[in-house]
T-cell receptor
């Protein structure tokens, strides 16, 4: 149980393109979803936390207008990287957590984004 | 002081040995504790969780929690080369606020 599907796995696109990444909880209702970014050989960096039906809470230093997060249902959250540039190239990972407090986060497989 | 601290390693153990990974946390109100394994280029996967003081065993893995000392550890018995990965300690304060350590890189040498 507790499967999180993230799509796409790889994206290569030109600078200036907007890219949408989907995160779905397949067998549980995810009241909270999280978006992380990870650069090579570095630790996970939390970008934002989203609760279903509410606006996302962004971590300090993360641009809200650059990284648009939508959590419209209990099973789907999307991250859109708008007007992506080479410095946005990274490994983006979503995770989801069910309703009970203290429950673990379950991670998707991640999306490797390369901006040329 | 970081909220969740881990020794970055690398920790190197021979195959068949016990690997001991340690983690300390600063929020005394923390209630749930998790260990994730992350292979290079992959996303983290949950391997253990513990909520109460003491030991919790699952196969070759044992999680140990000491809330008084704000310390949680992971023991891996009979370490295998396939255990080579980065191990992330995560602590949840009960409000769905989970903080991750930077991870300890473990290498198991054949």
């Amino acid at each position: 149980g507790a499967v999180v599907s993230q799509h796409p796995s790889w994206v290569i696109c030109k600078s200036g393109t907007s890219v949408k990444i989907e995160c779905r909880s397949l067998d549980f209702q995810a009241t909270t979803m999280f978006w992380y970014r990870q650069f090579p050989k570095q630790s996970l960096m939390l970008m934002a936390t989203s609760n279903e039906g509410s606006k996302a809470t962004y971590e300090q230093g993360v641009e809200k207008d650059k990284f648009l997060i939508n959590h419209a249902s209990l099973t789907l959250s999307t991250l859109t990287v708008t007007s992506a540039h080479p410095e946005d190239s990274s490994f983006y990972i979503c995770s989801a957590s069910g309703g009970a407090r203290g429950q673990p986060q379950h991670f998707g497989d991640g999306t490797r984004l390369s901006i040329l | 002081q970081k909220e969740v601290e881990q020794n970055s390693g690398p920790l190197s153990v021979p195959e068949g040995a016990i690997a001991s990974l340690n983690c300390t946390y600063s929020d005394r109100g923390s209630q749930s504790f998790f260990w994730y394994r992350q292979y290079s280029g992959k996303s983290p996967e949950l391997i253990m969780f513990i909520y109460s003081n003491g030991d919790k065993e699952d196969g070759r893995f044992t999680a140990q929690l000491n809330k008084a000392s704000q310390y949680v550890s992971l023991l891996i018995r009979d370490s295998q080369p396939s255990d080579s990965a980065t191990y992330l300690c995560a602590v949840n304060n009960g409000n769905n606020d989970m903080r991750f350590g930077a991870g300890t890189r473990l290498t198991v040498k054949p």
